[in-house]
Structures are given as C-alpha cells and as structure tokens.
Antibody, heavy 125, light 107 residues
Framework: QVQLQQSGPGLVKPSQTLSLTCAIS??????????WNWIRQSPSRGLEWLGR?????????DYAVSVKSRITINADTSKNHFSLQLNSVTPEDTAVYYC???????????????WGQGTLVTVSS | DIQMTQSPSSLSASVGDRVTITCRAS??????LNWYQQKPGKAPNLLIY???SLQSGVPSRFSGSGSGTEFTLTITSLQPEDFATYYC?????????FGPGTNVDIK
C-alpha cells in the first residue's frame, strides 16, 4: 500500500523558488511501473496537473506547458522521495499542491492514486 | 489541451436519491476518463478509472459509463458521506486535465 507524505514551506516570496518534497512508503521511487506526479488546486485554476517523473531504465520527466519553463521534478533514490521546484513564483502560484502516484495500465490509461495530504503554499511578501 | 466540462456545476439532493453527473471532453478520449471525490480539506480520492472500473474499496453504489466525449458518474441511493465535490479527469493526452467539479450538497 503506497503512502505519500508531503513536506515543505507554506509561504514563499514572489520571484523565489517553491520547493516541496513527497516521501514515499510502500514502494520505491525507482519502481519501473509507477509514475510520480505533482498536481495543484486553486479556486481560479481548479485542479491542474503540473508534471511527473518516472524511471524506465533511465529517468524521464514531463511537464505541463503552462509551467514548463519554471518547473523541475526529480527523484532522490537515497531518500526514496521526489520533489517539485517551481521558480520565479508569483501570487498566481498560490494553491494547494499535491503529490500523487499513478500506474499506467496495459491499455495506456492511468489514474492518480493515492495522493499526498496536500500543502497550501501562499506566495506573498 | 483537452478541455473537460461537467454538468451540473452543483446539485442538491436527498439521502436515498439517485444522482447523475455528466462529464464532456472537447475531443474523443476513448475510455481514458477517471472520476474522483473530494471532501473539504482533503485530497481527491479515486472512485472510477478507465470510465467504468470501480476502484477497490469504493462502494458499489458508484458507477461510471461512457466513451468518446460523453461520460456519466451515477450514485444510486445517495448516502450522507457522499456529499462532496466530484471531478472527472482525462488521461488520453499526457497533458492531463480535470473538469471544474460538481458539488453535491444536501437538499
């Protein structure tokens, strides 16, 4: 049973970098069958998928176009966690951030389960 | 990106009612459609994946149907713990997108 535990600051200043970590228990971040995602939720943008990382003989990352120039998602195998970095934040980046795992089925379908507990990140000076 | 819409945006219902929520995609997404339930202050919880497959542990009063561009989530005999917001999400395109949500509250 995979469980995800998020950590990171709840307040970030404008133009600085938002950094969050998602610790994994019950599986390995290097699992060849799981994908590790970051998703955020705000009243103005709803639920928004930000990106993912996964290991398939080597590491891959995919990002949403809306944040592609500012985002990095990577994994730390020694700590069995993955992290989100979002640069040059503005108040528009204020949201609840979630990590979530997904498994791609043989048909190519995938779904987010489970999710971390969520972290409210406020961008303000 | 594939745009997802939901209707209605909110509804009021009573315990025991049958509730149907519709999700539409801006292009065909085959059966790559998932449904989540979210309660205040909590993360979304997977209910249905691949349009009609019930996630383990989810009560059988929840069901999903549809393919292409139109999908439905049905709750037969609404229970007190079902009052929540429901979201659809497409996984046809890697740029995954969610619907705006349907809030189900008590009549």
């Amino acid at each position: 049973q995979v469980q995800l535990q998020q950590s990171g600051p709840g307040l970030v200043k404008p133009s600085q970098t938002l950094s969050l970590t998602c610790a994994i228990s019950g599986d390995s971040v290097s699992s060849g069958s799981v994908v590790w995602n970051w998703i955020r939720q705000s009243p103005s943008r709803g639920l928004e998928w930000l990106g993912r990382t996964y290991y398939r003989s080597k590491w891959y990352s995919d990002y949403a176009v809306s944040v592609k120039s500012r985002i990095t998602i990577n994994a730390d195998t020694s700590k069995n966690h993955f992290s989100l970095q979002l640069n040059s934040v503005t108040p528009e980046d204020t949201a609840v951030y979630y990590c979530a795992s997904s498994v791609v089925s043989t048909s190519g379908a995938n779904w987010f389960d489970p999710w971390g507990q969520g972290t409210l990140v406020t961008v303000s000076s | 990106d594939i745009q997802m819409t939901q209707s209605p945006s909110s509804l009021s219902a009573s315990v025991g009612d049958r509730v149907t929520i519709t999700c539409r995609a801006s292009q065909s997404i085959s059966s790559y459609l998932n449904w989540y339930q979210q309660k205040p202050g909590k993360a979304p919880n997977l209910l249905i994946y691949a349009a009609s497959s019930l996630q383990s542990g989810v009560p059988s009063r929840f069901s999903g149907s549809g393919s292409g561009t139109e999908f439905t989530l049905t709750i037969t005999s609404l229970q007190p713990e079902d009052f929540a917001t429901y979201y659809c999400q497409q996984s046809y395109s890697t740029s995954f997108t969610f619907g705006p949500g349907t809030n189900v509250d008590i009549k």
